[in-house]
């Protein structure tokens, strides 16, 4: 069987299933979870191997809701979703329904139908069932409507090219309307990394130009999420050269660190550039040079903290 390999849009899937956990439960059961959710350590590493996501829900009969995140073609995906079923069963001691989300149509398979005749050569097969989510096929509103956490999957919903600049200006009214700053900026970002399977770049740059009202929107989002990528990606080369499982957890680490840190420069720098033009005016190109240069993140917070009471843009670099 075919390794398990970490994919550049896995930090993507977790942001979003840590984000609402409940909304998943509730989008694919239709109905409120029974008591409350939390996601749990996915760790399989008795065979070395990982789940994608999984979240308990508890109540009068808790059980688990494994996922499997996909976004190209793997014909070991099915008997892999199989084990994992198992292993959490066998491991948690609780019902596991698992579903499957096919993020773009490279991941379509003929054999992914939900149902799998698993062989037996003593007897007759048995089934083994499971969810089929085929996104492209979905329409966006169930996205643009459901729990805030799938609001990201509408762009690569069931929607061309025309249909997308409608999309994510409803996506900016309910965002704007719903959802504190933070969960704001992660949610576009989730939304930058999922575009990114379907459609160019310089694209999605520009549909998602604005989308915050601010410059930093499109740095911010596309820094943070291909930091994470380029992260990952960085990471996995590490490992698979050394062939070590460590080095693939070590790189993807330090990668998925490297990215968020570069994420939280550009926010700090993009704060700075909104409340010092709301105080003192445009920038002058010197000071946007020197906010852009600075790579230490308590240099520009400290910069941050000082619009409060700084007369102007040049004051802002003078140190006390």
Known sequence: MAPTVTHPYDATSKDLLDADPAGWVQFLTEKPP???????DADLSTVSAEADKVIRVNGPD?????????ANADRWLVPRVLKYNAMLYEKHELAVASVVL????????????GSWAVPNPLGSPWAFGYRVIRVWERPPDEFLTGPLALLPFAPIA????????????RMRARLGSEVARPLVAKLWACTNVLM???????????LLEGVLQMEES??????????????????LALGEARGEARGIALG??????????????????????????RRFGPPPAAAVAAIE?????SRLENIAERLVDAPGWDDLFIVT
Request: charge should be neutral; proline fraction near 4%.
């Open 34 to 40: 029974a008591g409350p959710v939390e996601v749990i």
């Open 62 to 70: 808790p059980w688990l809701l494994h996922l499997e995140f996909q």
């Open 102 to 113: 096919l993020m773009r149509q490279a991941a379509n398979m003929p054999a992914v139908t």
């Open 158 to 169: 069931a929607v061309d090219r025309t249909g997308l600049p409608a999309v994510v200006d």
């Open 196 to 206: 990114g399977l379907r459609y160019e770049n310089e694209f999605v740059d520009r």
């Open 218 to 235: 499109t740095t911010y989002q596309a820094i943070l999420a291909r930091g994470e990528v380029r992260g990952e990606a960085r990471g």
């Open 252 to 277: 993807e680490a330090r990668g998925i660190a490297q990215g968020e840190t570069k994420g939280r420069l550009a926010e700090v720098r993009a704060l700075i550039f909104r409340l010092g033009k």
């Open 293 to 297: 240069a600075i790579v230490d993140l």
